[in-house]
């Protein structure tokens, strides 16, 4: 599986939007692009998966480029509640047999 | 609905020991994977299990066993235990797809139970 690299630590501010990227230069060609968040205490949550351009739901963006090599998670108008971990994950994760393959995280703080 | 359960949340064990954590999937889901997460850490993949079977496994020691049985549910055991297996233990779930259709089945997890070893 691709190995990802990602900041370590973020902080921002309630209203802002913020921009979490992750590099990932030894994509395969199979491999999708996953976020997961996880709050203190509690396991880790989807929330947003895509393969090339850009994938938007209720909850985020999510910015791939032409050569797939990076990817930028986006969050619209950040609340306290978005205080976080973000793991960016790589690999054909498709079918039965889908393990996980997490890094350190972006541990996110988001100030009043 | 409910979600992915673990049991029991909070746990004390002494080097030596032996543990059971149990799991229960999300209703409708047959695919049960357990992640081992240090502190400060992310989740770190121990094994998955379908049809009651081990599918996959991570790069733990023999020491780490689980069972899934009919209904799904799962344990993970963990033996001669030792102070670094101190962690929080994650269950996820998920469907497994007939005929491999190619579509992503997102991993639901609980909350984890928490494992001190002294």
């Known amino acids: 599986l691709a190995k990802t690299t990602q900041p370590i630590s973020m902080d921002s501010y309630e209203g802002q939007e913020v921009n979490i990227t992750c590099s990932h230069n030894?994509?395969?060609?199979?491999?999708?692009i996953t976020w997961y968040q996880q709050f203190p205490s509690q396991g880790p949550r989807f929330i947003i998966q895509g393969y090339k351009t850009k994938v938007t739901n209720e909850v985020a963006s999510l910015f791939i480029p032409a050569d797939r090599k990076s990817s930028t998670l986006s969050l619209p108008r950040v609340s306290l509640s978005d205080t976080a971990v973000y793991y960016c994950l790589v690999g054909d994760m498709r079918g039965g047999y889908n393990k996980l393959i997490f890094g350190a995280g972006t541990r996110l703080a988001v100030h009043p | 609905d409910a979600g992915v359960t673990q049991s029991p949340t909070h746990l004390i064990k002494t080097r030596g020991q032996q543990v059971t954590l149990r799991c229960s999937p999300k209703s409708g889901h047959d695919t049960v994977s357990w992640y081992q997460q240090a502190l400060g850490q992310g989740p770190q993949f121990i094994f998955q299990?379908?049809?009651?079977?081990?599918?996959q496994r991570g790069n733990f020691p023999d020491r780490f066993s689980g069972h899934q049985f009919p209904n799904y549910s799962s344990e993970l055991n963990v033996n001669a235990l030792l102070l670094g297996d101190s962690a929080l233990y994650l269950c996820?779930?998920?469907?497994?797809?007939?005929?491999?259709?190619?579509?992503?089945?997102?991993?639901?997890f609980g909350p984890g139970t928490r494992l001190t070893v002294l």
């Open positions: 030894n994509i395969a060609t199979n491999d999708y």
């Open positions: 996820a779930s998920s469907l497994h797809p007939d005929g491999g259709t190619g579509s992503y089945n997102e991993q639901f």
């Open positions: 299990y379908y049809e009651e079977e081990e599918r």
